[in-house]
């Protein structure tokens, strides 16, 4: 199946350099351009992509607003994107924001040309990028700054093993590591994160890692 790609970024070349990258893999198509983040919801809004790669800056519309018009439509609006975001900064509170809205991770612009590819892919199949330290470091840095928010009381909803599970998905492993670290099927793994995103009612697991550390599950620097 091939992956529907837009990419929204106020440098033509940033856009042509990564369109010409991604439209030479096979199972990639990009279906649009945009010079900023609200021709970028027209341009969504019209092709239907699987994943927008998403500037964080940009003039008219940031990219942060851009990812939340995308990601709360209004009524009406039934198709809903991934949205991969794009920055030249690696702990970047609009990143961080976006985030919480519901993007589905972030990728530096100078990352290796394979990083990208597998970016777009990996997001397209349902997961978020969080493997990267950088990112795990950004939310790190960004609950450090910020007061918890009392989300405690939402754990409560969790069966100990979901519990477990979250915390696990917070510290960054894969389904496969946390199948392997509570010698588990890797599709019962699945199950439980599908009923904790439930449960807490989160998008993806891009959300559930913040919620992990504003609920106090998690503290920042542990491992």
Do not use: C, W
């Not at 990352?111 to 969080?130: C, F, T, Y």
């Not at 007061?147 to 409560?156: E, F």
């Not at 969790?158 to 510290?171: D, F, K, M, S, Y």
């Amino acid at each position: 199946m091939t992956i529907r790609v837009i990419i929204v970024d106020d440098q033509n070349m940033v856009r042509a350099g990564f369109a010409a990258l991604l439209a030479s893999q096979s199972d990639i198509d990009v279906v649009g351009e945009a010079p900023n983040g609200k021709e970028g919801v027209d341009v969504s809004r019209k092709t239907h992509p699987d994943v927008v790669l998403m500037d964080v800056r940009m003039p008219e519309m940031d990219g942060l607003a851009a990812a939340r018009a995308l990601l709360e439509p209004p009524p009406g609006v039934v198709h809903v994107p991934k949205v991969l975001m794009l920055t030249t900064f690696d702990v970047d509170d609009y990143v961080y924001e976006a985030l919480r809205t519901g993007a589905s991770g972030f990728l530096l612009k100078d990352a290796p040309p394979a990083d990208l590819i597998s970016a777009v892919r990996v997001v397209a199949s349902g997961e978020a990028l969080l493997a990267p330290t950088v990112t795990r470091r950004l939310i790190t840095e960004f609950i450090k700054r910020r007061p918890r928010t009392d989300q405690s009381l939402r754990l409560n909803g969790l069966t100990p093993r979901e519990t477990e599970v979250l915390g696990l998905i917070a510290r960054g492993l894969s389904n496969q590591e946390i199948a392997e670290r509570l010698v588990l099927a890797e599709q019962t793994v699945k199950t439980h994160i599908g009923k904790v995103l439930s449960k807490l009612n989160l998008r993806d697991r891009a959300q559930a890692v913040i919620f992990a550390y504003e609920s106090g599950l998690i503290t920042p620097g542990e491992q």
